[in-house]
Structures are given as C-alpha cells and as structure tokens.
C-alpha cells in the first residue's frame, strides 16, 4: 500500500495514527466550540465519534485514507483530527481532509503547522504530485485558510454531494502541486514564523 503508518511531529504538535482508544480525547475535542452545529463541516457530533472513527479505520483499511489525531505537545491533549483520503496511489495524488480542531485552538499556529507536516511527508516521502483540498462553499473561513496555505482553486463541483438535510454542496477543490512545493513551503516556514514571533 502507497499509504503506510507514521507519526509526525512539530514544534506543537503531534500527528497520530487515529485509533479507537482516542475516541474519549476526540469526544472532548468536538465538544469544544460545539463543531457539528457548523452545518458546512464534517465534525461529527460528540455521541457519534466512536461511528467516525469507525468509519475512518475502515477507509483506512481499504486503502482509502490515512486518518490522525492531533495531539497538542504541550498539554498531551487531543486537539482535533485530519487525515489524508480520497487516495489515489497509481497517479499518486491524495487530498487533505476531514480536518477540524477545538475552538480553542483555531485560529492559532496549529492549522500551518499540521498542514505542513502533511504536505512535507506527502511531496518528499509519498513523491505525490498532487495534493488536493476541499470545502463546502459556503465554509468562507476553511477558503481563506487553504489559500493562505499556498494552495490555488481548481473549481467548483457543483451540486457534487446530496446531504443528510436534502441539501446540495457545491464543493470547491484547490490543489497544491509537486513543483509549486518549494514556494509553497517557504510561504509555510514564513507563516510559522510569524506565529513564533508575534
């Protein structure tokens, strides 16, 4: 399998290989801030983590995801999750998704710091070519960030997903690809500086 195991690590934190034992800590972490009443996000509801974590471990197993906890360094405290998914291991392209994080920590180094350690295990140990991301359309703050990130909108897929309500989601993609990597992680390394400094 393209997709092995691995722990990754920065100055603030940890990324995890996602296990059942964190459903308590991920319970917590959704808790804060209430994430599932945000209607354009994944976050499940804190009674139904342990069925994500499920989900995720499936879709792991079949080849189809990467999933992490984000573990805050400091505090030894579950934060938030991500993962990779949507893998596509023959062109080597995968994207970054189902990502949130406590209230507490949004807005905060957290995000560039998970983000790269993602993007740098992906371009320089998987060799990807391309790293995707996407959002609902109307969740203006995750646009911001992944454009922030360095990252450019490809479209949008519109009515791509019906949802639980009857809804439609337009989803938009953004991409990062292998040889924009180098301006894109200084862009990172410059962020994370700043966090540092400010």
Sequence with gaps: MWLQEVEL?????????????HVEGLAAAVADGALWQLWFTNAPHQDAVA???????????AGQSLPFVVLEKASGKIIGTTRYCNVDAV???????????????????????????????????????????????????SRQAIARLGAKQDGV???HQKLADGSYRDT????????????????????QSQYANG
Aim: glycine letters at 2%.
């Design 91 to 141: 062109h080597q392209r995968l994207e970054i998704g189902y990502t949130w994080y406590a209230k507490s920590y949004q807005r905060s180094a957290v995000n560039t710091e998970c983000k790269t350690l993602l993007l740098t295990h992906a371009f320089e140990v998987l060799d990807a070519i391309a790293v995707e991301f996407r959002t609902h359309w109307h969740n203006h703050v």
């Design 172 to 191: 938009v993609v953004f991409s990062i690809i292998n040889g924009e990597w180098p301006a894109v992680k200084m862009n990172l390394r410059f962020r």
């Design 9 to 21: 690590e920065a100055k603030s934190v940890k990324l995890l290989p996602l296990r059942p034992a």
């Design 157 to 159: 897929l519109r009515n």
């Design 51 to 61: 069925a994500y974590v499920e989900q995720a471990l499936s879709q792991q197993a």
